[in-house]
């Protein structure tokens, strides 16, 4: 029973990250339907950032968020303001291939610059535990819950409450129709893709602690945050956040019930059982 409590616990604090990461994904999906497959290339580069600036100035992953999160944003709407904007409307097989040219040039620039060696970025909380009862729980990862939900509502208020968020959901639901209503619809999309790329840079600091990082691992974020978005549904953002839970509890249940492979492999087979028998996915309504 003890086991089962920490795996379960341990798969609630990371899959809430993994729903942060997709929801940045959803973000721009919803309203300039391009699908990032440098996604986790810039989960990445937030990382490396985080370590260069605790390498520079010593500052604590999460206290590096004040400065990597607007240069991330400023880069995210460089990238899609003259890369990806231009091809808006086009194939959507371009867009890929525009995306995994976008994730080579990512992680071969993270390697030019810092090697190919993993590296870890020291955390003062990095090695202390919360005991409950028989669980135990890694603070990062606890702050990396409590933050990740937290973001997600304000993310929810900002796109119900706000000017901003009522003009994504305008551009979402039909760009032409907003553009004839006044709004800027370039502008939005270069701003969420923005917005999407800082929440990556949260969400780097949040993963960083106690994590070894090289330049190559960024495939294997986009491919969870792939995983995510397909279960919760590409819009949906509390079907985002469910995806995320089930996807880090099955990778944790895997890890400590399972052989290696066989662990790593879970998280797959679970995606491959849901599709199979709920193809729409976890989503059931239109809660965007």
Not at 200 to 226: D, F, S
Request: aromatic fraction near 10%.
């Amino acid at each position: 029973m003890a086991e089962f409590l920490q795996a379960l616990t341990q798969g609630l604090l990371i899959g809430s990250t993994y729903g942060l990461l997709a929801l940045g994904m959803g973000l721009v999906y919803g309203v300039s339907g391009v699908v990032n497959f440098a996604h986790g290339d810039f989960i990445a580069l937030g990382m490396f950032m985080c370590l260069a600036l605790y390498s520079a100035l010593s500052l604590d992953p999460y206290v590096s968020i004040i400065i990597t999160v607007p240069v991330m944003m400023g880069i995210g709407a460089l990238v899609y303001r003259y890369l990806l904007r231009p091809m808006v409307g086009y194939k959507f097989l371009m867009i890929v291939q525009l995306t995994l040219g976008l994730s080579l040039v990512l992680q071969n620039g993270i390697l030019m610059v810092f090697g190919g060696q993993p590296a870890r970025t020291p955390s003062a909380v990095e090695s202390k535990l919360w005991i409950l009862g028989e669980v135990v729980m890694r603070v990062p990862h606890v702050i990396a819950f409590v933050v990740s939900f937290a973001l997600a509502i304000g993310l929810y208020v900002m796109l119900r409450s706000t000017d901003f968020g009522r003009s994504i959901r305008a551009v979402h639901q039909n760009a032409h129709a907003a553009s004839l209503m006044g709004i800027d619809v370039g502008r939005v999309q270069v701003l969420t893709f923005a917005l999407g790329i800082g929440i990556l840079a949260i969400a780097a600091a949040l993963l960083l602690p106690g994590t070894p990082i090289q330049p190559t691992m960024g495939l294997r974020y986009t491919v969870i945050t792939l995983l995510v978005v397909v279960l919760g549904g590409m819009t949906n953002f509390v079907g985002i956040m469910l995806g995320g839970l089930v996807i880090g509890i099955s990778e944790a249940f895997g890890t400590i019930y399972l052989s290696d492979i066989l662990g790593m492999l879970l998280p797959y087979g679970i995606f491959v059982l849901i599709m199979l028998f709920r193809p729409q996915g976890l989503t059931w309504g239109a809660a965007r």
